[in-house]
């Protein structure tokens, strides 16, 4: 396999290179194999083709029917069409959602921006290691309820949630249950049956696959409403020329990460855990956000008593490393993350945050690599810490 680049890569949560498996499974669909799949001559039905076996791949990921899986243009779009289907196809029946404090951006802004169209909204909290305890789910549900949003994997801490648990509570109330599978998908294992999923939302670039293409798993016979009006794409809840390139590399993704998920995650696991060990051992006043077990097996995030994770992330890019202070969305506002605040963590800490995230690539030399450097770079950064100046 080919090396990421010269530049060490800790930030795969942000988004990761295309495997190059997939780039050589996908090339003949940009030139012999470009057809649409509406046309009804060969070359249409060849796309036609590559669409439904792609399909059956990415559901067998997740123990779903292949007639369950709507592909779409990012995860963004799979949970907007979630969440805004959900809500007005069900409207007849409640108005109330019920998602957690710890959401990704686009999960939040769908839910606030539904509120303002007359539904309401209950934001769960979370505990210290960023765990939605399934009781508060359970309290929650009223009449009214519709759909329960839980995010499976944190794409800031790591955390995994109980959606096992949440799925059977929503299931005996007859809520429906969606989850934003974005970061598990691919390295843990899901059953939608298993885990009583309704809906679940999961994105190609997090996993080897190429940018543009995603999904929603929606359960048979679940009622939900599109948010693009077209020509019918997608059995009607899609509208829009597919992106047959995308969706092929993606399928190929989930049939690579189905068949190494096993023996990568292992992998992944001892180099995390030889990651957090090490800046734990290493450098004084750091905290690991997140729960310790319970969490990703290429997370790693922390904060660090008086520096700003900025000052961290700049650093760590001139030595060649790339990582990020959470999630690729809060780095660019500068603002604390919503989810270490959620966790209770205040302002100034919220801002000392760290995340390294791992990959197919990491390798062992790459993490004595940042052993190294990062105790360094804290050191440096404390000396001139306006917070505090005789810590290191
Ligand atoms: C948990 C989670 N949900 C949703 C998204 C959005 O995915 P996409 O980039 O495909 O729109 C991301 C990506 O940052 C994510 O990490």
């Not at 799979?78 to 959900?86: T, V």
């Not at 450098?283 to 956000?289: D, P, S």
């Amino acid at each position: 396999m080919s090396k990421v680049s010269k530049k060490i890569y800790f930030d795969y949560a942000a988004t990761t290179p295309v495997d190059p498996r997939v780039v050589k499974i996908i090339l003949p669909y940009f030139t012999d194999k470009f057809g649409n799949t509406m046309s009804l001559h060969g070359f249409g039905q060849i796309a036609k083709q590559s669409l439904e076996e792609s399909r059956e791949k990415v559901a067998i990921l997740i123990g779903a029917k292949s007639n369950e899986i709507i592909f779409t243009g990012s995860a963004t779009e799979s949970n907007n069409l979630a969440l805004k289907g959900i809500a007005f196809a069900n409207r007849r029946k409640g108005n109330h959602i019920i998602i957690s404090k710890i959401e990704h951006p686009c999960i939040m802004e769908s839910a606030k921006w539904l509120e303002a169209q007359g539904f309401e909204v209950t934001r769960l909290p979370v505990d210290k290691q960023g765990l939605v305890n399934p009781n508060d789910v359970k309290k929650a549900i009223k009449k009214k309820t519709i759909l329960v949003s839980i995010i499976h994997a944190s794409n800031e801490i790591g955390t995994i949630q109980p959606i096992k648990e949440i799925g059977k509570i929503c299931k005996e109330k007859g809520v429906y249950f969606h989850t934003d599978a974005v970061q598990s998908f691919g390295k843990i294992p899901i059953d939608v049956n298993k885990m009583n999923i309704d809906l679940l939302s999961a994105s190609s670039h997090k996993m080897y696959g190429p940018k543009g293409a995603a999904c929603l798993f929606i359960r048979e016979g679940t009622r939900i409403e599109p948010i693009l009006h077209g020509g019918g794409q997608e059995s009607g809840l899609r509208s829009s020329t597919v992106n047959i390139p995308g969706i092929v590399g993606f399928a190929e993704a989930c049939k690579i990460s189905k068949k190494e998920m096993k023996k990568e995650s292992r992998r992944l696991t001892e180099l995390r855990d030889k990651l957090i060990k090490g800046v734990l051992q290493k450098i004084r006043g750091v905290h690991l956000n997140g729960h310790p077990k319970k969490r990703l097996s290429n997370n790693a995030n922390f904060w660090f008593e008086f520096i700003e994770g900025e000052s961290i992330v700049i650093q760590l890019d001139l030595l060649g490393i790339a990582a990020s202070t959470g999630s690729a969305c809060s780095s660019a506002k500068l603002e604390p993350s919503h989810v270490l605040l959620a966790m209770g963590l205040r302002d100034q800490e919220a801002h000392g945050s760290l995340r390294l995230s791992l990959g197919r690539w990491t390798t062992e030399k790459e993490i004595n690599y940042v052993l190294k450097v990062l105790p360094e770079i804290i050191g440096k950064l404390r000396e001139i810490s306006p917070y505090k100046k005789d810590y290191v």
